[in-house]
């Protein structure tokens, strides 16, 4: 069975991929979920200090990166040698270059922000979003405990893509309407989309046996 890889976005910690770790294993693979969250204390280079940290557990044949993870998956990919490569509801990087996020990203943030920091996201949404988007209330309180708060110049970072990368088995997960224009690209770019994206960003914690089963 493969060796997997997962990958959390830097505005959450590993709890929010545990579920769907949980799965995979039970299903017979190998997993592992690294808590990420050191290399985002400081803004510059975040994204090479986040692809050493991750690759830091050795090879894995598949890397899965969910959310604001995709930016930095193609660099990881090639720092573990993955065979395979699976955006979930995640941000599609340029194709060359470097990804800079969005002047429209960057201002609502910033908008957020106090004392150059960025709160967590759990509490981007007031104290009764979260109840709707993660039902289970010590999943719950788990994302929530762990959520950093990251220094606003994050956001001022362009993420390099590599000039090579494995992408010749490469999946989208559409899981919400929130990454339609991911998933639009992905396609666009031929790669396997799967999912309707009629869903909720948080099923990849609160639905991992529907993810595990777009996967397969």
Do not use: F, K, N
Not at 27 to 49: F, I, N, S, Y
């Amino acid at each position: 069975m493969p060796t997997w890889l997962l990958c959390h976005p830097p505005l959450l910690s590993a709890a929010v991929l545990r579920p769907l770790g949980r799965r995979l294993t039970a299903a017979g693979h190998r997993v592992a979920v690294p808590d990420l969250r050191a290399t985002v204390e400081v803004a510059q280079g975040w994204w090479d200090a986040y692809t050493r940290a991750a690759a830091a557990g050795g090879p894995a044949d598949v890397v899965l990166g969910y959310s604001g993870a995709g930016v930095v998956l193609p660099a990881v990919a090639a720092a573990v040698g993955a065979r395979r490569v699976v955006w979930v509801d995640a941000l599609v990087p340029v194709v060359r270059g470097a990804t800079l996020p969005s002047a429209a990203v960057r201002t609502a943030v910033a908008g957020l922000a106090r004392d150059g920091r960025i709160p967590p996201w759990p509490t981007w949404w007031g104290p009764d979003a979260m109840a709707d988007l993660v039902p289970d209330p010590q999943l719950r309180a788990e994302i929530t405990a762990e959520a950093p708060s990251l220094p606003l110049d994050l956001y001022d970072e362009e993420v390099p893509v590599p000039e090579v990368w494995p992408d010749a088995d490469v999946t989208y997960v559409h899981l919400s309407p929130a990454y339609d224009r991911d998933a639009e690209e992905a396609a666009r770019r031929g790669w396997t989309v799967v999912g309707d994206g009629a869903g909720l960003h948080t099923d990849v914690a609160t639905d991992p046996a529907r993810v595990v089963e777009l996967l397969a």
